[in-house]
């Protein structure tokens, strides 16, 4: 019975049985793991050496321009396997949690801006994200 009482004592005081003694550091909260977007493009025969630029150098302009967009770096295939099906060019977004690539990337005015300008550059677009391990 005392350790039932003592039990809810903790719970409706917030503290818990494992709780740091009196004037103890406090525990450090668990760090979430970056979640990154990776995006690969291969641009239509079409597009032109400065329409493809452009879309380069737009594409890291959303870094200064989406607060959610921690950092943001790109390059282009250099491969000498042959396995990039075409694909060009590479950019890798980090973001700190699945939710921020969500609700403050995807829907972000300057994002859907640059989806309308690159749309009718490419021949195929490849995004894979994952949380860091």
Not at 46 to 63: D, H, I, M, S, Y
Not at 93 to 116: C, I, M, N, Q, R
């Amino acid at each position: 019975m005392k350790t039932l009482l003592y039990t809810l004592l903790l719970t409706l005081t917030g503290l818990t049985a494992n709780a740091a003694p009196e004037g103890a550091a406090p525990a450090k909260p668990a760090m979430t793991k970056p979640y990154r977007h990776v995006v690969l493009f291969q641009f239509k025969a079409t597009a032109t050496p400065e329409q493809v630029k452009g879309v380069e150098t737009a594409f890291l302009a959303l870094k200064g321009k989406i607060p959610s967009v921690q950092s943001l770096e790109w390059g282009k295939n250099v491969s000498p396997e042959g396995l990039n099906d075409g694909l060009t060019h590479a950019f890798f977004v980090t973001f700190a949690d699945k939710k921020s690539l969500e609700t403050g990337y995807l829907h972000h005015p300057d994002h859907e801006a640059f989806v309308t300008l690159i749309k009718p550059l490419l021949e195929k677009a490849v995004v894979v994200d994952y949380v860091v391990e």
